[in-house]
Structure formats: structure tokens, C-alpha cells
């Protein structure tokens, strides 16, 4: 649901979290509602300051009961850096937040009522979003720093694994709780199902942010001016899907292609085999562009 624009970025309540602040004002805590609000969307407000702090421009924000997704134009993913200190900037808000809140606790300063409530809002926040586990923003974090050493495909498959991992954790525990202490910690369950329904999506959108990744790694060079090279060894046999595979940010990839005698056929360079990954097809085997080459 839409709720406003701000700067032109729509903010739009997801209806989990809406049906989430509902609850709390059936209950009669519509004041604990607001807080719970405020600290999600402040939360979102860290990465949109970021972001655009690196020229990024912000379509959308939509916010869920664990925190929110805050939709950039483009891809982020395809560069590991900036989304790791966009990541980071929605849990770093919430510590600031929290920190804020105890002081003021701490001077008597505020409304003692609610300001501990605020301060734990803040560290459940920002805690929760720094476990490793797509979409969180601690996901986000292991899938990039990991796409640096393996590439942004089989980094993103890492990371949807690790949150399947901590997705049937949390069903264990959901499961247990409601087995033994009439579920009242069945919220796990909650967070499980919603994480795997996440990560499930992730994955679908893996091949396409692989090949917007593919896409602009051939401007690379180009922006960077200097980039330092990266040597892949391959069997003339392997097909173009493979060897991308090993493809990172940052670096400039010479693949040299070998015969099963281990002598070198030749080798090829990263504009190459993009150029004939996007326009041939993904199965052409490399030493088939080799021989082109002679």
C-alpha cells in the first residue's frame, strides 16, 4: 500500500506489517505502533541516505515488519562495495538510534515510558538484519563481500543456501516452542517462512543480475582506466557458462585455454568471451573461440 512520497521516493507499507501495526492497536499499544514505525522507516532512511550519497537514486521504499526493502534503480549487486556500506547503513542507524535513546534514558531525559522500548525496537532491528541471510541486510553483506572472490552468481547462490540453513533453524525452533511451551516464541516460524519465500525469490533474480553483471563488466575497464588482471585456466572443451562463472568485479580476466596434452591453445580475453557469451550463446566451448582466433 502507498502511503506517501518523499524527494520522489514512494514509501508503500508492506501488508505484513501493516496487518503487524494493526495488531498492536487492537491491543491497545497504538503507541508502541508508532515507535515500531519509526524505527523501521528510520532504518530505511539510512540506506537511502547512502545510496544517494553514491549517486544512486531511490524508486521506492517498502517497508516490512523486520525491516524493508529499499528499491534502487539499477542494480546495486553488480558493485559488492557500495552495496556492502548501503547494507550496512541500516543496522550502523539503528545502533546510532539506540545509543541516542540511552543516553537521553540515562539523563532522565525523554519519555520514560517509551524510550525503552525504543532503545530495544533499535537492537532487536538492528541485530536481526545483520544475520547472514537474504533479503536482510546482513545477507546482502556476505553475498557481496563473497561476489569478490567468486563472482555475483555463486555468490548469491551461497548466500540463498546460508538463509535455507538459517530458515529451517528458526522452523525447528518455531516448531519446538509451539510443541512445548504452547508457541509462544511461533514468531520464528514467522520470520522462517518469510526469509525462505525471500531467498526462493533471490535466487529466481540470480541469472538476470548475473548477466546485467556480464553486461557492464564490459564497460569496466573503460570507467576504471586500470584494472589488475586475473589469470583462469580451462580446458578447450569447457563452454562459455562455466568459465563466467569465475568472473569477479574489479579484475580483468586472460583465460588460457589448454588440450588435454596441457599445452596451450591460446588464450582469450574477458571481452571475448562476453562478447560471444551474449551474442553466440552460453555453450559454445571456449577452444571453439580459440580457433577462430588462428
Known amino acids: 500500500m502507498r502511503l506517501l512520497t518523499i524527494f520522489g521516493v514512494d514509501l508503500r507499507l508492506n501488508i505484513f506489517f501493516l496487518l503487524l501495526l494493526s495488531l498492536y492497536w487492537y491491543f491497545g499499544l497504538f503507541g508502541r505502533a508508532l515507535i515500531v514505525f519509526a524505527v523501521v522507516f528510520l532504518h530505511e532512511m539510512g540506506h537511502v541516505v547512502v545510496a544517494a550519497g553514491y549517486g544512486m537514486k531511490i524508486k521506492e521504499v517498502e517497508l516490512l515488519p523486520f525491516g524493508g526493502v529499499a528499491r534502487v534503480e539499477g542494480n546495486i549487486e553488480l558493485d559488492p562495495v557500495i552495496e556492502v556500506y548501503v547494507a550496512l547503513a541500516g543496522p550502523l542507524t539503528n545502533g546510532f538510534l539506540a545509543l541516542g535513546g540511552y543516553i537521553l534514558n540515562s539523563c532522565g531525559m525523554g519519555n520514560q ?162 562478447d560471444e557469451m551474449l551474442g553466440g550463446g552460453p555453450e559454445t566451448p571456449v577452444g571453439v573461440l580459440v580457433q577462430r582466433k588462428k
Request: hydrophobic content about 50%; glycine content about 8%; some cysteine.
Open 113 to 274: 515510558q517509551w524510550l525503552p522500548f525504543f532503545i530495544q525496537c533499535n537492537l532487536m532491528l538492528g541485530i536481526f538484519n545483520l544475520a547472514p541471510a537474504i533479503p536482510l541486510d546482513g545477507g546482502r553483506i556476505f553475498r557481496a563481500l563473497m561476489s569478490l572472490s567468486c563472482g555475483p552468481r555463486r555468490a548469491t547462490n551461497r548466500a540463498v543456501a546460508l538463509s535455507r540453513m538459517l530458515s529451517a533453524a528458526l522452523v525447528i525452533v518455531g516448531v519446538w516452542s509451539a510443541l512445548t511451551d504452547g508457541g509462544s516464541n511461533l514468531n520464528f516460524l514467522v520470520i522462517a517462512i518469510f526469509l525462505i519465500y525471500s531467498a526462493a525469490k533471490e535466487k529466481g533474480s540470480a541469472m538476470y543480475i548475473f548477466m546485467k553483471f556480464l553486461t557492464r563488466k564490459k564497460e569496466e575497464l573503460s570507467r576504471a582506466g586500470i584494472l589488475l588482471a586475473r589469470q583462469i585456466v580451462t580446458l578447450e572443451s569447457s563452454h562459455l557458462k562455466d568459465v563466467v562463472k569465475y568472473f569477479v568485479p574489479k579484475k580483468y580476466h586472460f583465460v588460457i585455454v589448454i588440450g588435454l596434452d596441457q599445452k596451450v591453445k591460446g588464450t582469450l580475453t574477458e571481452g571475448e568471451i562476453i
